[in-house]
């Protein structure tokens, strides 16, 4: 709990072990004066129902500031969540695309492989041509 929220509760204890010491006095009739008129009954149990109702006034006080506290909090998670979700979906289409990438070096390093083989059996075939020729050439002279 808060130091607020002790602090009420301590100040409600005091009051209400106030209020159980002196009962006979808070009990007890007299005259009072309510401006436009005069009347008898208990000026304890007036003045504690007065400390209630302005208890009571503040509590309403208090959650009207804290209700759009709250309310801004709940869209600004939402709002996060949203974020976050979005984040995850990019994270995993960069993931997508790397591995897209990598298939495609892939199979331009087997194109290169295939190119390089081919160029080499062409390069060696006037080669062998020519070791062939020059070889008979040799015999014959």
Do not use: C
Request: avoid cysteine.
């Amino acid at each position: 709990m808060k130091l607020l929220g002790w602090i009420v509760v301590v100040a409600v204890a005091v009051v209400a072990v106030f209020a159980a010491a002196n009962w006979s006095l808070l009990a007890g009739s007299t005259s009072l004066n309510l401006l436009a008129m005069n009347v008898e009954g208990p000026l304890g149990f007036v003045l504690l129902g007065a400390a209630l109702l302005f208890a009571a006034l503040f509590a309403v006080y208090a959650l009207s500031l804290q209700t759009p506290a709250m309310l801004e909090m709940r869209r600004n998670v939402k709002q996060l969540d949203g974020q976050q979700q979005a984040e995850q979906a990019e994270i995993s289409r960069i993931t997508m695309l790397g591995s897209q990438v990598e298939q495609e070096f892939a199979s331009l390093r087997g194109m290169l492989a295939d190119l390089r083989e081919a160029a080499e059996q062409r390069a060696a075939g006037p080669e062998q041509t020519l070791m062939t020729s020059h070889s008979e050439n040799g015999r014959l002279h």
